[in-house]
């Protein structure tokens, strides 16, 4: 088994991640003349920007292992390779690419499709079918990455940085600085393209000065796709599957019960995109997921959790620190062995604080 549990947060897109990748190229000394403030406006503008692009995202924070409905593969946890195509928001494709395979994700009007050339089924979901979800390839993609973790920066957090030269592009660099001490995430830096504000590298980093997650664009062409590019065919005797829950945690946040407090940490719910049984808390990259586990699914969690070195098991649960990502499950809710599990990048003693506030665990519109 693995040495490593790849949990993510999704609402925030904040991952498991560490290391940067080989240097891009040398930063020049000189600044283009686009301010923090504009470029900032401009990254966050900058979805409809058409392009194609080879992308490498690295990562690898160990974590407890896990097998099952947590496991995200190696999407976090060394490099990833991902070839891009964006015609724009609602129709695009990321194939990612691996020493197992290649694994495609296709956005049209109507859903996602996922499927493996190695596999003969594919996986169908309507657009926006689930609030909260798993990690995917496409939210290691430079551009998405960046725009999540920006959406609430403010002004008083922005420094711009030196130029760069990215995938044969001049890049503006910009910084964000982190200032909640409770964080485990210091500062982000971007690079997005001065004109249109398209990111094309990421680089986030925690306490100890390293890079936990970095994504960088090495090469890159402006301009739409053609739309069978980004579409999808079955291939004959390809299967596909439809389900608008595409995951574990898209299944317990529709069909749990439970009602998550509306702030924990002093981190207030978020509620934009509908509230289920899974609690999503804070803005950009401070923050909080609450998941109500069924007592089967809890029980695999806490073997998974006890084995990890330098867990912490007493009367508040079982608690694991892993770099920027930190993991607190709950005691058991009730005599079905439900528990709440806490990840985020809030450090240690504000989840041992937030896991005391939680109400008990709620039932689940499936078995235990």
Known sequence: MRRRWRWAVVAAAVAALVGVPVVVQALPSATSRVS????????RASSDVPYSSYAQSTGGLALPAATGPFN??????????????????????VDTIDAT????????????????????????????????????SDDLVPANLARRLLADTRGSQLTRLADARIAGHDAAGL?????????TITRIDVWA????????????YGKDRAAF??????DLTLGAPSAATVGWRPA?????ERDPFPDVVSVVDRFGRSTPPASIAGLPRR???????????GRGVEVLVAIPLPGRLADNVVSQLSATPGAVNDADGIAVAAGPIDVQLAQPSNERGSRWLLVGTLQAAALRTAVLSLPPVGGFGFGR
């Open 213 to 218: 997650l970095s994504t960088t664009t090495y």
């Open 236 to 240: 004959v005797g390809v299967r596909v």
């Open 101 to 136: 395979g290649e694994h495609d994700l296709h956005r049209a009007q109507q859903g996602t499709v996922s499927w493996n050339y190695e596999s003969t089924t594919a996986q169908a979901a309507p657009a926006d079918a689930a609030p909260v979800r798993l990690p995917r």
């Open 193 to 204: 393209l001065p004109g249109d504000g398209l990111p094309v590298r990421v680089a986030v």
């Open 36 to 43: 923090a403030t504009t470029l900032l406006a401009r990254i």
């Open 175 to 183: 910084r964000v600085r982190v200032d909640d001490p409770r964080s």
């Open 271 to 281: 509620a934009e995109r509908g509230l289920g049984a899974v609690g999503v808390y």
């Open 72 to 93: 995200l593969t190696d999407l976090f946890g060394g490099t990833s390779r991902l070839r891009v195509w964006q015609r724009d928001p609602q129709h695009w494709r």
